[in-house]
């Protein structure tokens, strides 16, 4: 299976340098391919999913894409999967390394049972059959992260088999179809994560970091049900959602690129278990150097951990040590909810629109920036969902900002929607104060609004008259209006709000003028 | 003194007749005038002596930690001792000094034991006097004239001890005598949460109860170990040692293992199969041997490991990697698995009908003199002397070899029971009921030592034959 992997990474790991692990680190049959840092220090892996091409049927010269993948991600736990040593990031170099960690002869693995109880509860919530019996192997090959020689996984027996993944696909003109998709879940695995390598190519020598060595991973592998780098993509995503709301792994990913031509399926070019990497400089796919597909990983089972065993409330033995064991039905109760129930009750709550409830959840912390500001807002939910999805969140892309780094605070434009909502100011009003808090000089909503005098005109018989003197002073405006047409009476409307230097609702401009143009 | 049981030797402690530094020096002089055997890598005098010092204040508090306080212990070469360089006999880990203690160790300092230092093996435990794993301790305590305990696998832990194949390695305790077999069994049995094939079952302290009676026993003597290459003398103290059973009332009968004859092959592919496996992690970057290469990476690790094992070593490496190969795993690891099955099912059934221990002999002959034993090369050796021990490796059941006689020669010869897994102490029980029916002499070194001034002076490696 060579399919490649993306990697999901843990949060914070803030990398100085610009490429780790460059190419050499294609050792194994799915290997990661340039690294390199992103804005907000998010490391991004950029892997190349497995893309195969389906024979065309006869007649047909059409090819049909198929991707599959494989995914890794870092368990949440507070030590590593075989042995003590702690899982912490950007700790010194080296400083987190166990004997066993380091393969000193006579070391010997002891199983994690949080990392176990992570792979349930993500096989649990993937719809997967958990094993109640799974084995571990070693898989061997040589390369300086790889202290032992071999990687313990499951490859014989992994812990969970056959669930499913639903992902959800926006597409249409407006994207606004949100149409269900499948992607079926072969396995999930535990495996232990490798050391890192950094290449000197000036001193010609390679330094090696073993602190995440023997991390625990969960390898997640996703049949090729995906048609198209979009839907890969997608599918991702809402794995990592479910990840990080279960809480068993941060799955904190940076955009990814997937990027394979049809046009060379179509020119028949060579595909097919071929693992390739993206070469960021060219700004295209290359092919990797063909030896994976000669490496031989000698699987043999792995002597020193006995088969692992979890039970269900049927099977548990009695009067049996609670912490010796693993129940899968405790687990199963104790799942935390999942993003799609997540967007279904805020569907259901504040009768949001489904894509704007996919939004939400995408964006890192917009669904918590939501939620803190309907707390304390009387405004209408769709007026929120609106300035939080558009305004907030147009705001936060122009400048390459994540959510936590927004000027504004919930609590200001909660603030900023209740005067809103009791019309205290106008629409247009509300934008000029934002953007004015957005410049984040420690002023409230209210001050702004006194400062730059933009209290909407509460008298509505000054209001009326000047829409009367407006009405006197463009005759031939009011001709084409009762002449019917329609857009006169913007022009109209526009002229009072000039007049009013912006400081009456539209609206109720609108409302006085026709009732006056009735008359 | 240095003769003596355990307990002899604890009482005498205890009682004050001698000191534990006494008793230290001693050995130490011993291992001085007999460097010539070559039997240790490493002698750690100043950890022992400080060590015997410790126990000495202990003594005369009153205080001391039990049965093994203050007595002189070797380790063989593979367990990793802290702070002592730790070989496997092989270049690949010389000037390697370990961080830590295996379990076992850890249990003996515990218990106030005096670390005399760190013994020879073959590179690894890989030669036919060496597998710790077929037969090496039962093989050289036959030959010595000693009591070799191969325990019950999962009975005692295995971390820090080197591996060679984890699914049959087993420490193995070497003494003059059962009850001081059973006494250090005592105190290494138990679950170690480091080593996950140890059995979580708590383990009741080893106390051998004294045996009379054997009428109620079933001695089982395998028939097809009675093979053509067994050596006339071992094949007659055998039967005299079922005569002796079956004169005191015991019932011996004769039993099959008919899957005997495939265990040799079947070991030798699953072993070479895990050390291939265990191997690997000598790469040279972390501990042990480095080459100075410095070109690559790959170039590094094969001038490393060419440099770092010898040729046993490596030939096993790679016909384990052979096997483990894509291609070849079905027809020969997961064969040789299921063969493993096998074997292990002979002896479930055999137990099963009634038989309490077998009685087998541990080697072919006595130790054959160097200059003979060269002549085969290593793969034959370890097929020849592993024979009778191997197979209880493969099942994981408790074996010991009991001494029995001199031969004409000279030299000893030890028998083997095998016992009903993790019935360790009825095995010994009767191993000790053995022992005293036979009353093999005691090796008095005195007399030795007198022997060999002159061949030391020589500076040859010679047979020396003992007087009884």
Redesign the interface.
Same mark, same amino acid.
């Given at each position: 299976m060579a399919a490649p992997m993306l990697r999901l990474c843990c949060p914070g790991r803030r990398w100085a340098l610009a490429c780790i692990d460059g190419c050499s680190r294609h050792r194994r049959g799915a290997p990661n391919g340039c690294t390199s840092s992103r804005k907000r220090g998010q490391s991004s892996v950029a892997q190349q999913p497995f893309i195969t091409a389906q024979k065309p049927r006869k007649g047909e010269h059409e090819w049909a894409a198929v991707v599959g993948l494989e995914i890794h991600a870092q368990i949440s736990s507070k030590s590593k999967l075989f042995s003590g040593s702690q899982v912490h990031f950007a700790a010194p170099p080296n400083s987190l390394v166990s004997f066993f960690d380091a393969s000193l002869p006579g070391t010997l693995p002891v199983l994690n049972r949080r990392c176990v109880e992570a792979a349930v509860m993500t096989g649990l919530a993937l719809n997967c059959r958990i094993n109640k019996k799974s084995l571990f192997d070693r898989k061997h090959y040589f390369y300086a992260d790889l202290p032992a020689g071999y990687q313990i996984t499951q490859q014989r027996l992994p812990i969970a088999v056959n669930g499913s993944l639903v992902y959800s696909f926006c597409a249409g003109k407006n994207r606004s179809q949100v149409i269900n998709k499948t992607a079926r879940v072969k396995q999930i695995q535990l495996e232990q994560d490798s050391g890192k390598s950094l290449h000197d190519d000036l001193r010609s020598q390679t330094l090696i970091d073993l602190n995440r060595a023997g991390v625990g991973l969960l390898e997640v592998v996703l049949e090729p049900d995906m048609s198209c780098g979009e839907e890969a993509a997608t599918a991702v995503r809402e794995l990592q959602l479910i990840l990080q709301a279960l809480g068993t792994s941060q799955a904190n990913m940076a955009d990814y690129e997937i990027q394979r031509q049809i046009n060379e399926l179509e020119n028949g070019g060579e595909i097919l278990n071929e693992t390739r990497s993206f070469d960021s400089k060219l700004g295209c796919t290359i092919p990797m150097r063909d030896k994976e597909g000669k490496q031989d990983y000698r699987f043999m089972p792995e002597p020193n951990l006995p088969p692992l065993l979890l039970y269900d409330t049927e099977s548990l033995p009695a009067g049996a040590d609670p912490q010796q064991v693993i129940d899968i039905d405790r687990i199963r109760e104790q799942l935390p909810e999942l993003p799609s129930v997540t967007r279904e009750k805020l569907v259901q709550q504040y009768g949001m629109l489904p894509e704007h409830s996919f939004t939400l959840l995408n964006e890192v912390g917009l669904l918590e920036f939501f939620q803190n500001v309907m707390k304390e807002t009387r405004a209408e939910p769709k007026k929120v969902t609106s300035w939080v999805l558009n305004t907030l969140l147009g705001f936060l892309k122009q400048q390459n900002l994540a959510v936590s780094e927004s000027p504004v605070t919930p609590s200001a434009l909660a603030e900023l929607l209740n005067l809103l909502d009791r019309k205290a100011i106008s629409s247009s009003a509300a934008k000029q104060v934002f953007e004015e808090l957005w410049r984040n000089e420690g002023k409230t909503p209210a001050q702004i609004v006194s400062e730059k005098k933009l209290e909407l005109m509460q008298d509505q018989e000054a209001l009326e008259q000047l829409c009367h003197a407006v009405m006197e002073g463009h005759p031939q405006v009011v001709m084409d209006v009762k002449k019917g047409n329609p857009r006169a009476i913007n022009k109209l409307i526009g002229l009072v709000r000039k007049v009013t230097l912006s400081r009456a609702d539209p609206t109720v401009i609108k409302e006085i003028l026709e009732k006056k143009l009735a008359s | 003194m240095l003769g003596r049981t355990l307990r002899e030797v604890s009482a005498a402690l205890k009682q004050g007749h001698i000191t534990p530094t006494e008793l230290c020096q001693k050995c130490l002089s011993i291992i001085k005038k007999t460097k010539f055997l070559n039997a240790y890598i490493t002698v750690s005098e100043e950890v022992a002596l400080k060590q015997a010092e410790e126990s000495e204040k202990r003594y005369k508090k009153g205080h001391s930690l039990g049965d093994l306080d203050g007595i002189p212990i070797a380790v063989k070469d593979n367990? &990793?001792t802290s702070g002592i360089e730790?070989t496997?006999a092989s270049n690949m880990?010389r000037g390697?000094v370990?961080?830590?203690n @295996?379990t076992v160790v850890q249990k003996l300092l515990d218990q106030g034991a005096l670390l005399m230092g760190k013994t020879n093996l073959d590179e690894f435990a890989m030669g036919a006097l060496g597998s710790d794993t077929g037969g090496s301790t039962r093989n050289p305590a036959a030959h010595c004239g000693l009591v070799g305990l191969k325990p019950s696998y999962g009975l005692v832990s295995?971390?820090?001890?080197?591996?060679l194949?984890?699914?049959m390695d087993v420490p193995g305790i070497l003494t003059r005598c059962v009850d001081d077999a059973a006494i250090v069994l005592g105190v290494l049995a138990g679950h170690d949460?480091? %080593? &996950?094939?140890t059995i979580?079952d708590p383990v009741k302290p080893f106390v051998l109860p004294s045996l009379t009676d054997v009428s109620k026993l079933c001695i089982g003597i395998p028939k097809e170990y009675l093979t053509p290459e067994l050596s006339s003398e071992v094949r007659s103290l055998w039967s005299k040692a079922a005569n002796l059973f079956e004169s005191e009332g015991a019932k011996v009968i004769e039993v099959s293992l008919p899957h005997t004859s495939y265990s040799i092959v079947c070991y030798h592919v699953l072993c070479t199969?895990?050390v @291939? &496996?265990n191997? @690997?992690?000598f790469?040279g970057?972390?501990?042990g041997h480095r080459c100075d290469i %410095?070109v690559s990476?790959?170039a590094m690790?094969a001038a490393t490991r060419r440099e770092g094992f010898n040729d046993v070593v490596r030939g096993r490496i790679l016909s384990g990697?052979f096997f483990?190969?894509?291609e070849n795993?079905e027809n020969y690891?997961v064969k040789a698995q299921k063969v493993r099955r096998l074997i292990a099912n002979d002896f479930v059934t055999v137990f099963n009908s009634g038989v309490d221990v077998l009685l087998t002999p541990t080697t072919l002959s006595e130790a054959v003199p160097y200059t003979e034993f060269i002549k085969e090369d290593n793969r034959t050796r370890s097929a020849q002397d592993d024979i009778f021990t191997q197979a209880a490796n493969m099942a994981g059941l408790p074996a010991v070899s009991v001494p029995m006689a001199l031969s004409n020669q000279g030299l000893p010869i030890g028998l083997q029971f095998i016992g009903r897994a993790f019935c360790d102490q009825e095995l010994l029980t009767i191993a000790r009921w053995f022992e005293k029916q036979v009353q093999f002499p005691v090796i008095q070194l005195q007399e030795l030592m007198d022997d060999c001034s002159s061949v030391f002076e020589n500076e040859k490696l010679a047979s020396v034959s003992l007087k009884q």
């Amino acid at each position: 299976m060579a399919a490649p992997m993306l990697r999901l990474c843990c949060p914070g790991r803030r990398w100085a340098l610009a490429c780790i692990d460059g190419c050499s680190r294609h050792r194994r049959g799915a290997p990661n391919g340039c690294t390199s840092s992103r804005k907000r220090g998010q490391s991004s892996v950029a892997q190349q999913p497995f893309i195969t091409a389906q024979k065309p049927r006869k007649g047909e010269h059409e090819w049909a894409a198929v991707v599959g993948l494989e995914i890794h991600a870092q368990i949440s736990s507070k030590s590593k999967l075989f042995s003590g040593s702690q899982v912490h990031f950007a700790a010194p170099p080296n400083s987190l390394v166990s004997f066993f960690d380091a393969s000193l002869p006579g070391t010997l693995p002891v199983l994690n049972r949080r990392c176990v109880e992570a792979a349930v509860m993500t096989g649990l919530a993937l719809n997967c059959r958990i094993n109640k019996k799974s084995l571990f192997d070693r898989k061997h090959y040589f390369y300086a992260d790889l202290p032992a020689g071999y990687q313990i996984t499951q490859q014989r027996l992994p812990i969970a088999v056959n669930g499913s993944l639903v992902y959800s696909f926006c597409a249409g003109k407006n994207r606004s179809q949100v149409i269900n998709k499948t992607a079926r879940v072969k396995q999930i695995q535990l495996e232990q994560d490798s050391g890192k390598s950094l290449h000197d190519d000036l001193r010609s020598q390679t330094l090696i970091d073993l602190n995440r060595a023997g991390v625990g991973l969960l390898e997640v592998v996703l049949e090729p049900d995906m048609s198209c780098g979009e839907e890969a993509a997608t599918a991702v995503r809402e794995l990592q959602l479910i990840l990080q709301a279960l809480g068993t792994s941060q799955a904190n990913m940076a955009d990814y690129e997937i990027q394979r031509q049809i046009n060379e399926l179509e020119n028949g070019g060579e595909i097919l278990n071929e693992t390739r990497s993206f070469d960021s400089k060219l700004g295209c796919t290359i092919p990797m150097r063909d030896k994976e597909g000669k490496q031989d990983y000698r699987f043999m089972p792995e002597p020193n951990l006995p088969p692992l065993l979890l039970y269900d409330t049927e099977s548990l033995p009695a009067g049996a040590d609670p912490q010796q064991v693993i129940d899968i039905d405790r687990i199963r109760e104790q799942l935390p909810e999942l993003p799609s129930v997540t967007r279904e009750k805020l569907v259901q709550q504040y009768g949001m629109l489904p894509e704007h409830s996919f939004t939400l959840l995408n964006e890192v912390g917009l669904l918590e920036f939501f939620q803190n500001v309907m707390k304390e807002t009387r405004a209408e939910p769709k007026k929120v969902t609106s300035w939080v999805l558009n305004t907030l969140l147009g705001f936060l892309k122009q400048q390459n900002l994540a959510v936590s780094e927004s000027p504004v605070t919930p609590s200001a434009l909660a603030e900023l929607l209740n005067l809103l909502d009791r019309k205290a100011i106008s629409s247009s009003a509300a934008k000029q104060v934002f953007e004015e808090l957005w410049r984040n000089e420690g002023k409230t909503p209210a001050q702004i609004v006194s400062e730059k005098k933009l209290e909407l005109m509460q008298d509505q018989e000054a209001l009326e008259q000047l829409c009367h003197a407006v009405m006197e002073g463009h005759p031939q405006v009011v001709m084409d209006v009762k002449k019917g047409n329609p857009r006169a009476i913007n022009k109209l409307i526009g002229l009072v709000r000039k007049v009013t230097l912006s400081r009456a609702d539209p609206t109720v401009i609108k409302e006085i003028l026709e009732k006056k143009l009735a008359s | 003194m240095l003769g003596r049981t355990l307990r002899e030797v604890s009482a005498a402690l205890k009682q004050g007749h001698i000191t534990p530094t006494e008793l230290c020096q001693k050995c130490l002089s011993i291992i001085k005038k007999t460097k010539f055997l070559n039997a240790y890598i490493t002698v750690s005098e100043e950890v022992a002596l400080k060590q015997a010092e410790e126990s000495e204040k202990r003594y005369k508090k009153g205080h001391s930690l039990g049965d093994l306080d203050g007595i002189p212990i070797a380790v063989k070469d593979n367990f &990793s001792t802290s702070g002592i360089e730790t070989t496997c006999a092989s270049n690949m880990l010389r000037g390697y000094v370990p961080p830590y203690n @295996a379990t076992v160790v850890q249990k003996l300092l515990d218990q106030g034991a005096l670390l005399m230092g760190k013994t020879n093996l073959d590179e690894f435990a890989m030669g036919a006097l060496g597998s710790d794993t077929g037969g090496s301790t039962r093989n050289p305590a036959a030959h010595c004239g000693l009591v070799g305990l191969k325990p019950s696998y999962g009975l005692v832990s295995r971390h820090g001890l080197i591996p060679l194949v984890n699914s049959m390695d087993v420490p193995g305790i070497l003494t003059r005598c059962v009850d001081d077999a059973a006494i250090v069994l005592g105190v290494l049995a138990g679950h170690d949460p480091k %080593d &996950s094939t140890t059995i979580q079952d708590p383990v009741k302290p080893f106390v051998l109860p004294s045996l009379t009676d054997v009428s109620k026993l079933c001695i089982g003597i395998p028939k097809e170990y009675l093979t053509p290459e067994l050596s006339s003398e071992v094949r007659s103290l055998w039967s005299k040692a079922a005569n002796l059973f079956e004169s005191e009332g015991a019932k011996v009968i004769e039993v099959s293992l008919p899957h005997t004859s495939y265990s040799i092959v079947c070991y030798h592919v699953l072993c070479t199969s895990e050390v @291939a &496996s265990n191997m @690997a992690r000598f790469d040279g970057l972390e501990y042990g041997h480095r080459c100075d290469i %410095d070109v690559s990476t790959e170039a590094m690790y094969a001038a490393t490991r060419r440099e770092g094992f010898n040729d046993v070593v490596r030939g096993r490496i790679l016909s384990g990697n052979f096997f483990l190969l894509k291609e070849n795993y079905e027809n020969y690891f997961v064969k040789a698995q299921k063969v493993r099955r096998l074997i292990a099912n002979d002896f479930v059934t055999v137990f099963n009908s009634g038989v309490d221990v077998l009685l087998t002999p541990t080697t072919l002959s006595e130790a054959v003199p160097y200059t003979e034993f060269i002549k085969e090369d290593n793969r034959t050796r370890s097929a020849q002397d592993d024979i009778f021990t191997q197979a209880a490796n493969m099942a994981g059941l408790p074996a010991v070899s009991v001494p029995m006689a001199l031969s004409n020669q000279g030299l000893p010869i030890g028998l083997q029971f095998i016992g009903r897994a993790f019935c360790d102490q009825e095995l010994l029980t009767i191993a000790r009921w053995f022992e005293k029916q036979v009353q093999f002499p005691v090796i008095q070194l005195q007399e030795l030592m007198d022997d060999c001034s002159s061949v030391f002076e020589n500076e040859k490696l010679a047979s020396v034959s003992l007087k009884q």
